[in-house]
């Protein structure tokens, strides 16, 4: 069958421009040797991997990192030669294709290494990988200057390339930054006690990229704000520059009726009107990722603000409508219009949680199209 597809009014618009504007101030921002590493993993924070990746190479990104061997090939299909890092625990079984497809693993284990020992002499092209060091944040790496020796010289060994070094910061986004300081000697220190330095350390996420000093080392690894999204309040309140958000949700009108006092709206009845309303239907719902825990946020119609009735269902949502308006008006759920903007951060407080869930809890069934 020829593919038929988007018939459903209900998109996301994915702004290029916004990425590539948003890449170009962080160029300006960092010092000129350092580079810039775009993080997209998960699908570009639910931007889509290959048009993300290459919209951020074109405007400066040197660097690609993802969280997983399915992701490091997937963009490697599209992308070749660009330095793909996995930034998540890889299985050693993954390594020769790493290898042959120059792919670079994050790595933290003696044993690990001691797996892989076998293997190495087989693989036609270098292994690289980059030490991961644990200051802090306590998910994955070596803590102390004995661990990382141990793997560094377990690394030792032909077609294996130690290539970089890198830590993660806990608190980089808050306004304390103690901890954030104390992460930062750590790492200072585990890196200093290396017989060589790898050609690259990196320790910056997008919040120390933008509001912290002297830690761009060889490279920062740049996702959330790459999408035009500040870490934290506290970041989106000292930002070096404007960031440019490049997702918006859009749909349509499919359905508008006046409602009269008593009537009521979606499952559960809990909606009831207390005079005469219109009220539209618009064709998405929590199989998006639009969850039940938004039915109190209001989404844009002619530029105004129109709220959220009823329950939100698994497709369908209804809206009350400022006026009477027809079938085929434009909705916009996230982003511009008129004069007024709802950003992700909205809905993220609306869920009470971080502006990082948005993007990626919006499902594949909308359609991501592209705005170049
Ligand atoms: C996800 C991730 C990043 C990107 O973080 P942002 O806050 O989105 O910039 C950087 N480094 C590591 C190790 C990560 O897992």
């Known amino acids: 069958m020829e593919e038929l597809q988007n018939f459903r009014p209900t998109k996301a618009v994915i702004d290029l421009k916004a990425i590539q504007s948003n890449i170009s101030n962080l160029r300006k921002h960092l010092h000129s040797d350092v580079h810039i590493m775009a993080v997209i993993k998960a699908n570009a924070y639910g931007h889509g991997d290959i048009r993300v990746a290459e919209a951020a190479l074109e405007a400066g990104a040197t660097m690609l990192a993802v969280a997983t061997p399915e992701e490091a090939l997937h963009v490697r299909c599209h992308i070749a030669d660009t330095p793909i890092l996995i930034l998540g625990a890889v299985p050693v079984s993954f390594a020769p294709y790493a290898a042959k497809y120059g792919i670079t693993l994050t790595v933290f284990s003696t044993e ?11 693989f036609e092209k270098p292994l690289r990988i980059h030490v991961k060091v644990d200051s802090g944040m306590g998910r994955i ?6 661990e990382l020796r141990a793997v560094y010289d377990a690394a030792q060994m032909e077609h294996v390339v130690v290539d970089g070094i890198f830590t993660h910061f806990a608190t980089a986004d808050d306004e304390e930054t103690t901890f954030y300081e104390q992460q930062l000697a750590t790492f200072k220190k585990l890196v200093a006690s290396l017989p060589t330095k790898p050609r690259l350390v990196h320790a910056a996420n997008t919040a120390a990229a933008l509001v912290k000093e002297h830690v761009q080392f060889d490279a920062v690894r740049f996702g959330i704000s790459l999408y035009g999204l500040a870490p934290s309040p506290y970041v989106g309140e000292h930002l070096p520059y404007a960031l440019q958000p490049a997702f918006s949700l859009e749909t349509e009108l499919v359905h508008v009726k006046e409602l009269h006092n008593g009537e009521t709206v979606g499952y559960g009845a809990t909606y009831e009107a207390t005079g005469d309303e219109w009220i539209g239907t618009i064709p998405v719902g929590y199989a998006d990722g639009v969850l039940r825990g938004l039915a109190n946020q209001e989404v844009l119609v002619q530029g105004m603000r129109a709220p959220i009735v009823g329950r939100i269902c698994m497709d369908q949502i209804m809206i009350k409508l400022p006026k009477k308006m027809t079938v ?31 993007p990626c809890m919006l499902t594949t069934r909308i359609p991501r199209v592209y705005n170049a």
């Open 112 to 122: 690990w290494l001691e797996q892989l020992a076998p293997l190495a002499p087989q």
């Open 141 to 146: 790496g070596v803590r102390t200057v004995e």
């Open 328 to 358: 085929g008006e434009r909705v916009v759920l996230i982003g511009k219009q008129g004069n007024d903007e709802i950003t992700m951060q909205e809905w993220a407080s609306r869920l009470n949680t971080i502006v990082y869930e948005i």
